[in-house]
């Protein structure tokens, strides 16, 4: 009987080792599993949170370019020089979706806040702050007028007030650097045409501007569109680019 319990109490303990044993083996499969669930998740995470990071600039820049194109202005005086709407390519450059580059004479950079809650004379404001009013000088592309050192995507340069030579000037920076490849087309009353230039043809601003563009980030290069109407323009089914006539 003595040897019968020693051998029963050697078999319960053996049992219980083997036991023992299959909870740490299946805790370790659980922990790792974890692990890896764990580390999934940080990477979805991560490419959620570039993916919105990428969909937040490239809502801002199509805010951005709408705010400025809607603002869009020009003098029909056939002497001013300082106010003007090119949809032209860079020298050397190729796109599919229409002109690469666009500059244009706007108001709608407005006043700056400082300057609305200044109680300094014109003069000082000018010096302080720089100018308070007047058309800016706009200029959107994919290609830096200036030196952008190692930095890609769409730029902005602008300069206030504009000038007579709209190919320079005033400060450049990087908007949406996500941006690949962007072209605009231009609304002529009676179809899309992917270029316009008031300093060699006729001063009248497009009756809207569709812009195209792809993102860096994207391996399909899908081309997404937006397309803003310009209030100033005069251009109509009515009275397109083609007439000769304007109306006031």
Do not use: C
Request: avoid cysteine; hydrophobic fraction near 40%; charge should be negative.
């Amino acid at each position: 009987m003595a040897t019968y319990k020693r051998a029963r109490a050697r078999q319960q303990a053996g049992v219980t080792l083997l036991e023992l044993m299959i909870v740490l083996i299946m805790t370790a499969i659980l922990a790792g599993a974890l692990a890896y669930a764990f580390g999934a998740e940080a990477r979805l995470q991560e490419l959620f949170e570039a993916r919105q990071a990428t969909t937040d600039r490239t809502d801002a820049m199509e805010l951005e370019i709408t705010r400025l194109l809607r603002g869009a202005r020009l003098s029909t005086s056939t002497t001013d020089t300082t106010t003007y709407f090119q949809g032209v390519t860079d020298a050397g450059a190729t796109t599919e979706l229409g002109t690469n580059r666009i500059t244009f004479t706007t108001t709608a950079p407005g006043v700056p806040l400082a300057s609305i809650g200044s109680a300094d004379d014109f003069a000082t404001q000018q010096q302080n702050i720089g100018p308070v009013g007047g058309l800016a000088e706009v200029s959107l592309g994919t290609s830096p007028v200036g030196n952008a050192g190692d930095r890609t995507g769409l730029f902005e340069r602008m300069q206030r007030p504009s000038d007579s030579d709209p190919t320079q000037g005033g400060i450049e920076w990087d908007i949406d650097p996500d941006i690949a490849s962007i072209g605009f087309q231009f609304w002529d009353g009676e179809e899309w045409i992917s270029s316009w230039d008031t300093t060699t043809g006729t001063r009248r601003l497009p009756a809207a501007v569709q812009v195209s563009y792809t993102l860096t980030n994207d391996p399909a290069k899908t081309v997404h569109v937006f397309t803003v109407t310009i209030p100033a323009s005069d251009v109509t089914a009515q009275n397109p680019m083609t007439t000769t006539t304007t109306t006031p």
